[in-house]
């Protein structure tokens, strides 16, 4: 690999990073949630979601502005086909 990455891999100064990452945060915490509340700290979100409760997923700032812009893209392609329709 070419560019700005390093040629080795440095785990410990990439979670130093990600832990400011909310995103990163919920996604740590879904893939293995018992791990991350055994060591809490900085790699606890700041509210841990389970993808079961649908509700508070969807209402999760991340996850509701992707839907929503998606939602919006999906009406103007629609608006779009209609239009040619005409």
Not at 42 to 59: G, K, N
Request: charged letters at 25%.
């Amino acid at each position: 690999m070419g560019g700005r990455w390093p040629s080795t891999a440095n785990p410990a100064r990439a979670l130093q990073i990600l832990r400011h990452s909310e995103v990163f945060k919920q996604a740590y915490h879904v893939a293995a949630p018992q791990a991350v509340a055994d060591r809490g700290g900085p790699l606890l979100p700041a509210r841990p979601l389970s993808l079961a409760d649908e509700a508070a997923v969807a209402d999760w700032p991340a996850v509701k502005s992707t839907l929503s812009e998606f939602c919006q893209g999906y009406d103007r392609f629609v608006n779009k086909i209609l239009d040619r329709r005409r």
